[in-house]
């Protein structure tokens, strides 16, 4: 069985569903450290396409005295109105794409709820683009059975409990995996080779590392087959935004 992992981003971008529809398990890591900035800082941010090119979307937390804390157990700062924030900003760049209306609802809706904990909110998002990417995968999390260690120990205990004999790698995997441990374990590693796909946007020129939403907005059912690169759609140039 083949298994992959990640934390559980904020409207993630395509490279993060591209990993998942290759496995046949996704395990949603909330049980790790929750990180604000950096390489890995995508757990309440995300971006989105603009007319004057890109905007983030950051769901506010609250942190004071909470360096520690794991992703399952951040809580939302709902002092600060981000909710209205972000619909209307999704919904003025993205009301004239093509399939917008069929995911309105949902967003609509989402931004309606009242959230406590960021891991929720992230959830219920990723099981939805999931299912409209059209995505067949097992999904659990790592709250529900709780597997233990750091780096490359924590994924073979993942892969031992769900017993998977092989897990994929995101892209930044070999700076922080232990082939060897993998190799005593009896576990195959894969390591995706993800190739940000061009499209047409709302706005123009193409600015990569966008959340998934602008893809499924724009293209709609033909999304999962762009960012699997078996469908091409466009040749424009991208405008380099670092993901």
Known sequence: MILTGHQPNYLPYPGFFYKIAQAEVFAIVDTVQFVKRGTF???NRAKIRTH?????????????GRYHQIICETRINNRIP??????????????????????RDFFEKIYQRDWEYLADLNIE????????????????????FKPE???TD??????????????????????YVDERKFQRANIRSIYQDFQH????????????????????????PESLDIILGRKKVGE?????VAG
């Open 154 to 175: 924590l994924i073979i205990d993942m892969c031992q409990k769900l017993e998977a004999d092989a897990y994929i790698h995101g892209k930044h995997g070999r700076d």
């Open 197 to 220: 796909p061009a499209y047409k946007q709302q706005f123009e020129p193409f600015v990569p590392y966008m959340s998934v939403i602008d893809l499924i907005f724009n293209y709609g």
């Open 149 to 151: 260690g750091k780096g």
């Open 41 to 43: 800082g995508y757990q």
């Open 125 to 144: 998002i990723i099981r939805y683009l999931i299912e409209a990417l059209g995505i067949e995968v097992k999904v659990v999390k790592t709250s529900d």
């Open 236 to 240: 424009q140039k991208p405008m380099g």
């Open 52 to 64: 004057r090119g890109w905007m983030w979307l950051t769901v506010p937390v609250l942190t004071k």
């Open 82 to 103: 981000w909710q209205k924030k972000h619909w209307r900003s999704i919904a003025l760049n993205y009301q004239k794409a093509p399939y917008f209306g069929r995911h």
